[in-house]
């Protein structure tokens, strides 16, 4: 049921309708190249009203305010421009969990979801284990984490302070206590950091600088380059996160890393070949790609 003017209604003199409005807004965004531009038109609306799809197409023609229809062509307009739509929106998805996003952290990627489950895999016979998540972000796997296992006495860092606002704002808002402290993989392990844990998790920055012009742009373009790009060595924070894992891990303890597709069979022979590990294992994404790196501390926790 298009709208055969390919107009939203206004510029005839009517007030918009919902349905002339997501009919415009589709096609503005499949003009842009944008994916899903259906479904991201009803998302926009369904936000800018506050009811759900079904709401939405119960009353079609219902008449939209002025003052909503001309906040949801601006949202429409910058994803028209590339924005994420998730910066639009001020949040995203992750595990069921609403977390705020700005441009001063990563935007949650679905695969990131598999690192939690071997993270989760990992802990499941501790009792009240200590949970360590290096480069914290959104916050989005520490928080997950202290959701699903909420005996968990969880930490987190990142280098970026005001990434680390997004990550605390997130926790208050869904009220999930986790303990956040500043922390940079480029110097040593700080004092804040955690000792005896039983999980030691990163999503790591793992992009070498040479692919920033392969990624999509609203990757590159959005995303922020402190959470992304590790120089010329793909392996830099690994290298770092050994150190990390020796001084935090508990005997016995799990760590579990998210890396690079290309660079997965790198960052486990690095592993055996320097750090105090054993078991060390790949896990492949949901597109068949080495997704996760992960095993367990071998050397007693240092002191």
Not at 28 to 55: H, I, K, N, Y
Not at 64 to 87: I, T, Y
Not at 88 to 94: D, E, P, R, V, W
Not at 96 to 119: C, F, K, N, W, Y
Request: aromatic share 6%.
């Amino acid at each position: 049921m298009e709208n055969p003017s390919g107009s939203d209604g206004e510029s005839a003199g009517a007030p918009p309708t919902r349905l002339g409005l997501v009919d415009h807004a589709a096609q503005r965004l499949a003009a842009a190249g944008r994916s899903a531009p259906r479904r991201t038109a009803e998302w926009l609306l369904t936000e800018v009203l506050g009811c759900d799809r079904a709401q939405l197409y119960a009353h079609p023609d219902r008449a939209v305010p002025s003052a909503a229809a001309h906040g949801f062509r601006g949202m429409v307009e910058r994803r028209v421009q590339g924005e994420p739509l998730q910066h639009i929106l001020g949040y995203a998805s992750f595990r069921g969990l609403r977390i705020q996003v700005s441009p001063d952290v990563m935007v949650p990627r679905p695969e990131t979801e598999g690192l939690v489950d071997r993270a989760r895999a990992c802990i499941e016979k501790v009792s009240a284990p200590r949970v360590l998540d290096v480069g914290t972000g959104s916050g989005c796997i520490a928080l997950s984490l202290k959701h699903e296992r909420p005996d968990a006495e969880v930490y987190a860092c990142d280098v970026s302070t005001e990434a680390l606002a997004v990550a605390r704002a997130n926790a208050q808002d869904l009220n999930l206590d986790v303990q956040f402290f500043v922390g940079d993989l480029r110097s040593e392990a700080p004092d804040a950091m955690p000792r005896g844990a039983d999980l030691v998790v990163s999503n790591p920055p793992y992009i070498p600088d040479a692919e920033a012009e392969s990624l999509p742009p609203v990757v590159r373009d959005h995303d922020p380059d402190l959470a992304l790009f590790a120089g010329e060595d793909p392996l830099r924070f690994y290298r770092a996160l050994i150190d990390w894992v020796d001084v935090s891990c508990a005997p016995d303890g799990a760590f579990v890393f998210e890396v690079h597709a290309e660079y997965a069979d790198e960052v486990e022979a690095l592993l055996r070949r320097e750090g105090s590990a054993r078991e060390i294992h790949i896990d492949e994404d949901l597109s068949g790609r080495p997704r996760v790196v992960w095993g367990r501390a071998e050397t007693p926790q240092a002191s």
